[in-house]
């Protein structure tokens, strides 16, 4: 299996412009969680989507993120317009929904906004 | 609000000591997960543990989920510089015991085991 699948891994784009970021899942997971990690933050989670459908949001910091999951092997984290706090390092991470959820990572899109 | 509070924040260290990392909460958890984390790269999974009490060892890494379940520590023998990168510790619901499939980070430990 190839992972998590994340791309771009490197974005700069400059402030006001509207930034997507993609994922692909691992292929039989149900669980799909959009996570941002900052030095000061840590890893936060911003929204984590249960067989395609969002079941919680309470994370993502406001009106100018969204996030979809058209379908199982596909997400995506737009943001628009974007601004300098948004650089970060975005990870998205799937998982099974056995006993526990345990996520898996991406390698993460590390985003500048200048 | 769940929090998972990590420390310490950060540790360096010489090759072949011990050591031990720490990771508490006020809440409960029903299952608590240890990941590292190198740089450029995602947290890896290494060891999920479930039950109050609970000892997993993996190598020489050995890992005890708190009576309570609040509490995690990690604790690495004879360290190598290999072990060197971020700890994270994340807690996590069940969904069919009606708790919360989501899973909350604490802000990890930076290990830096020096040859």
């Known amino acids: 299996d190839a992972g998590v699948i994340q791309s771009p891994r490197h974005e700069v784009t400059e402030m006001g412009q509207e930034v997507t970021l993609r994922c692909k899942p691992i292929s039989g997971h149900d669980y799909l969680f959009w996570y941002r990690q900052t030095m000061m933050r840590g890893l936060e989670l911003l929204i984590y989507f249960n067989n395609n459908v969002p079941i919680d949001d309470s994370g993502m910091p406001e009106d100018r993120f969204s996030a979809k999951m058209p379908n199982a092997s596909f997400s995506t984290l737009k943001i628009q317009p974007s601004e300098p706090r948004d650089s970060a390092v975005y990870f998205c991470?799937?998982?099974?929904?056995?006993?526990?959820?345990?996520?898996?990572f991406g390698q993460g899109t590390r985003l500048t906004v200048v | 609000t769940q929090l998972l509070e990590q420390s310490p924040q950060f540790l360096s260290i010489q090759e072949g000591e011990n050591l031990t990392v720490y990771c508490n909460s006020s809440?409960?958890?029903?299952?608590l997960q240890w990941y590292r984390q190198e740089p450029g790269e995602g947290p890896v999974l290494l060891v999920t543990v479930v039950t109050g009490g609970e000892v997993k060892k993996l190598k020489r890494l050995t890992f005890q989920f708190g009576d309570a379940r609040k509490d995690s520590s990690l604790h690495i023998t004879a360290a190598q510089p290999g072990d060197t990168g971020l700890y994270l510790c994340a807690g996590g619901g069940r969904k069919t015991q009606g708790g919360s499939e989501k899973l909350v980070f604490g802000k990890g430990t930076k290990l830096t085991v020096n040859p």
């Open positions: 809440s409960v958890f029903s299952s």
């Open positions: 991470a799937s998982g099974y929904s056995g006993m526990n959820t345990e996520a898996f």
